[in-house]
């Protein structure tokens, strides 16, 4: 009885090993022919990443919207992380109502541009009044008003090779990039106002990016390049943004 | 295959009784003298009757996972206490911030910028995964070979006063499980291990989750019934506690029931040695 015993524990390991190892190969082309693999897949931490982004972008659709809320429930205190561009350009830019700031789009895209503020605003206008969390634990509910970035993408026509969308911020100090599930979604802007006004100084005027299914991190304020890209191999450090060398994951949607 | 299941004084029993133990400052500083009682013991009588100790007291599958959560929880609190420092306050609804009124100032500073913030966060969920997937195993087995009904229900007849008074008294008056006692759990353990089980573990995996704007655009339900992100969060932090709390219980009972033993039964499956190791 314990030959055939240790016989078929032997067969069934043998086969469960054997479909374990072909299963993990079909999971990793498949995860890299469906973009399921983010930028920090590598390192010790690599394998948690990758289950968190390819769980959540197996979960997620291009279309489900991050929780929106009552005009009600605007947070009276929007708590202000970091401090503005400190130097003297953006200084200029602040005292001429930002008439001469640019927020110029190039890569893969059919028509790279240039756009003013008054450019950004001649689009369609969206609203969302959606979270701002930041990962340190502290949140607050705002209105954020401007234009969906699916929008400016469709004016200057992406290539079906697109797989990110980076965005630098205007001291060339903060930058952070996207997914294209994130980049066409509905709630993810470029926005220019904040709770019925003007986006204040403090949120990252004139243009910050709102990635509202992600924490607050990705939402990086001073916009004023965008770059649209296949591969993050020789952008930085390779890892999507420089949050991963700092520890912090580059998919923030948990 | 035969497992004679006689009574006889187990080791720590008899430890208890010749007040070894009594004098210990530690539940845990009682283990050179058990280990001392058990050598003498051994050479002695237990030979004789070796199949009686050689009974299997936890599954192979048990074990496993139980040494692999223990250090994925392990992780999860260190990195859990390293993200709470970035912002030791907690809230209720769905926001809050400096300048807002909190539900809880936790007596703790504000730790950020420091190194282990980051890397705390991706330690977190590459250790949640170990924990929910580990879990899950756990879980889909325990149904799958009847371990919660045989090992954890209690029986109708554990529900009585009479019984729960006997467990709430030899609890009470630090009395060590009898040989017999050892080889299944009293009612009070499979009420606590049934709640770590089946509540604090899925509430602390759903108020993590319920903390995800990306998860919560399509299930917005699993936030919306806390009352909020920031109430989730809140939640998050007391279940983790409870959790803590469990964790050092449970520790301080197994130091009580005779540490070498019940460690032994979960590495080695094994209640007892059959065998001194030479």
């Avoid at chain 1, 980076?166 to 903060?174: A, H, I």
């Avoid at chain 1, 020789?234 to 912090?248: E, L, V």
């Avoid at chain 2, 009580?256 to 007892?272: D, H, P």
């Amino acid at each position: 009885m314990s030959s055939s015993l240790s016989r078929r524990k032997l067969i069934t390991t043998g086969l469960a090993t054997a479909a374990g190892v072909s299963g993990l190969g079909v999971a990793a082309v498949l995860a890299q022919r469906y973009g399921l693999i983010p930028p920090d897949h590598g390192g010790i931490f690599g394998a948690g990443e990758t289950l968190t982004y390819a769980a959540q972008r197996l979960l997620t659709s291009h279309h489900s919207l991050a929780r929106e809320f009552n005009r009600s429930e605007i947070s009276k205190v929007a708590f202000v992380n970091g401090k503005p561009p400190q130097n003297e350009e953006y200084q200029r830019h602040v005292a001429g109502g930002f008439a001469d700031w640019r927020l110029t789009i190039e890569g893969l895209v059919a028509h790279p541009t240039s756009f003013s503020l008054a450019d950004l605003k001649r689009f369609p206008s969206r609203s969302q009044i959606t979270h701002q969390a930041c990962e340190e634990g502290w949140s607050f509910i705002a209105e954020w008003i401007g234009v969906p970035l699916s929008t400016v993408l469709n004016f200057v026509g992406v290539s079906a090779q697109a797989k990110y969308v980076v965005y630098r911020s205007f001291d060339g100090f903060w930058w952070d990039s996207i997914d294209m599930p994130d980049a066409w979604h509905p709630q993810t802007f470029l926005a220019y106002g904040m709770n019925g006004g003007e986006l204040s100084v403090d949120h990252g005027a004139p243009v910050r990016m709102k990635v509202a299914r992600q924490l607050g991190y990705k939402s990086v304020k001073y916009i004023s390049h965008l770059t649209v890209t296949d591969s993050m191999k020789n952008i930085g450090d390779g890892q999507g943004s420089p949050s991963p060398a700092a520890g912090y994951s580059w998919y923030a949607g948990i | 295959m035969d497992r004679l299941r006689t009574r006889r004084p187990t080791l720590d029993e008899r430890a208890y009784r010749t007040g070894s133990l009594l004098s210990a400052a530690s539940p845990c500083a009682k283990f050179p003298a058990t280990a001392m009682a058990e050598s003498a013991y051994l050479s002695g009588v237990a030979i004789q009757n070796s199949e009686v100790l050689d009974s299997q007291r936890h599954s192979v599958l048990v074990r496993v996972t139980h040494w692999i959560q223990t250090l994925s929880f392990i992780a999860l609190v260190l990195s859990g206490i390293a993200i709470l420092l970035a912002h030791p306050r907690l809230y209720w609804g769905e926001t809050g911030a400096v300048g807002t009124p909190s539900l809880i100032d936790l007596p703790l500073p504000f730790v950020l910028d420091v190194p282990i913030r980051g890397p705390g966060r991706y330690l977190h969920f590459l250790s949640a995964w170990v924990f929910v997937l580990t879990g899950l195993l756990y879980v889909l087995s325990g149904f799958f070979t009847r371990h919660f009904q045989k090992n954890l229900v209690p029986s109708k007849t554990d529900f009585g006063w009479k019984p729960i008074l006997r467990v709430v008294s030899n609890h009470a008056r630090l009395k060590r499980p009898s040989e017999e006692e050892s080889r299944s759990y009293n009612v009070l353990q499979r009420l606590t291990y049934l709640s770590v089980i089946f509540l604090l573990s899925p509430l602390i995996i759903i108020t993590g989750l319920a903390m995800s704007p990306a998860v919560t655009s399509v299930f917005p339900v699993i936030v919306n019934v806390f009352g909020g992100q920031q109430s989730a969060r809140t939640i998050h932090f007391f279940v983790s506690v409870a959790l803590v709390l469990f964790l050092l219980v449970h520790i301080a009972m197994v130091c009580l029931a005779g540490f070498k033993n019940r460690m032994r039964a979960m590495i080695t499956g094994r209640n007892a040695a059959g065998k001194e190791p030479s």
